[in-house]
């Protein structure tokens, strides 16, 4: 079946950096797109970035846009999120996500990793 794992999360001062990345299992992984999503407490679970299945077309969230970077390597099936310059809004936990070319939905969904942003 299909597995997204997260790893990366953690505790970063604000301004620091992190590196989320999620790796896919049991899926042709290049059939997919893959998202990052965040769910901060209290709050509904929002985009975040995602990634064509070639890694050519990318799309972000205003308010990370310049500051995350999502990427991906078809060769190990793996989709990273390079975040940097981190403020304390971005406390969250995040989540991987994959969906298949022929779908607006994201039927696959990793764990999440906590992602904490002290002042």
């Known amino acids: 079946q299909v597995q997204l794992v997260e790893s990366g999360g953690g505790l970063v001062q604000a301004g620091g950096s992190l590196r989320l990345s999620c790796a896919a299992s049991?899926?042709?992984?290049?059939?997919?797109?893959m998202g990052w999503f965040r769910q901060a407490p209290g709050k509904e679970r929002e985009f975040v970035a995602r990634?064509?299945?070639?890694?050519?077309?990318?799309y972000y969230l205003d308010s990370v846009k310049g500051r995350f970077t999502i990427s991906r390597d078809n060769a190990k099936n793996t989709v990273a999120l390079q975040m940097n310059n981190l403020s304390p809004e971005d406390t969250a936990v995040y989540y991987c996500?994959?969906?298949?070319?022929?779908?607006?939905?994201?039927?696959?969904w990793g764990q999440g990793t906590q992602v904490t942003v002290s002042s």
């Open positions: 996500a994959a969906r298949p070319g022929s779908r607006i939905d994201y039927p696959y």
């Open positions: 049991g899926l042709t992984f290049t059939d997919y797109t």
């Open positions: 990634i064509s299945w070639s890694g050519t077309i990318t």
